[in-house]
């Protein structure tokens, strides 16, 4: 019961969170929101029983990508950021219909009743070890293929944002 | 009413994951900076692992947990890359906004 109220404070938070990010006109403000809205969605997953991935959201998310974020806004001028209007405001009024249409198929689909099986047989290897120890043990046996093929895709997304990143003499204009 | 509220069920977490991705979607149209729409990009990717640890929650499952343990992964080098683009093309052609790219042969 603990946990559903968690859940419902986390839930509220990051859907407040969520729409700061889309509505603030501040790029800072923005990372500050989305900041906001990954520690409440690390908060759910912990709530949800799974440690492992909530301090990994932590870590990867919370610390890393965010701070890459303010790395880069610090690389663009202010001035120019605050001379333009930061939303399409034309897109966003035909869009929204659409988003809301999204929502009632969501509602349409969760009253219609969707139900998943029952299978406790990973339930009882939880309760002997720890929710970490059973990721690893399924990561590097039934997953290892996909876990090479993301170190792969790591490696590869690395070398190409060094080469992005790299300062270049000659400018095109 | 209040029993099913209290208890967990897999639905709340898909209500959930539904709208931070709505939100995230609108936020990937709506805004005009490059950087703002990469991160609605990662709130719209959140979105997907609170569904995966959802189903994992009620069903006692862990595979779901492996798979947004691999979302976070794709973020974090996609951020890399869409990042580095972003300040290239900042500095090679002083653009930042969507409506400012619109040659492809530099």
């Known amino acids: 019961m603990l946990n559903q109220l968690a859940f419902y404070l986390f839930a509220s938070i990051s859907i407040l969170c969520g729409l700061g990010v889309v509505v603030a006109s501040n790029p800072i403000y923005v990372v500050l929101w989305l900041l906001g809205a990954l520690i409440a969605i690390s908060g759910i997953f912990f709530s949800a029983g799974a440690e492992l991935l909530g301090s990994l959201q932590l870590m990867i998310y919370v610390v890393a990508i965010a701070v890459f974020y ?37 509602f349409l689909v969760v009253m219609s009743g969707v139900s998943v099986s029952k299978n406790k047989i990973i339930e009882t290897i939880t309760k002997n070890y720890g929710n970490a120890e059973v990721i690893g043990i399924k990561l590097f046996s ?21 080469l992005l990143g790299r300062k270049e003499e000659k400018t095109y204009d | 009413m209040i029993e099913m509220l209290l208890t967990p069920h897999v639905e709340q977490y898909f209500i959930l994951a539904f709208i931070l991705l709505g939100i995230g979607l609108f936020g990937m149209m709506v805004r005009k900076n490059l950087i703002t729409i990469l991160m609605s990009l990662e709130l719209a990717l959140n979105s997907v692992n609170i569904a995966f640890v959802g189903i994992d929650k009620v069903n006692h499952l862990i595979d779901g947990q492996i798979f947004a343990l691999f979302t976070i992964a794709l973020a974090a080098s996609e951020a890399a890359v869409g990042l580095g683009i972003i300040l290239s093309l900042f500095r090679l052609r002083k653009a930042e906004n969507v409506n400012e790219i619109i040659d492809l042969k530099g």
Not at chain 1, 144 to 149: C, R, V
Not at chain 1, 156 to 161: E, F, L, N, P, Q
């Open chain 1, 70 to 106: 303010i790395l880069i806004i610090t690389a663009v001028p202010w001035r120019k950021l605050h001379k333009n209007e930061q939303h399409n405001r034309l897109i966003g009024l035909s869009v929204l219909p659409f988003i809301v249409l999204l929502y009632a198929e969501a």
């Open chain 1, 142 to 162: 039934n997953y290892f293929w996909a876990f090479e093929l993301m170190s792969v895709l790591l490696l590869i997304s690395m070398i190409g944002a060094i």
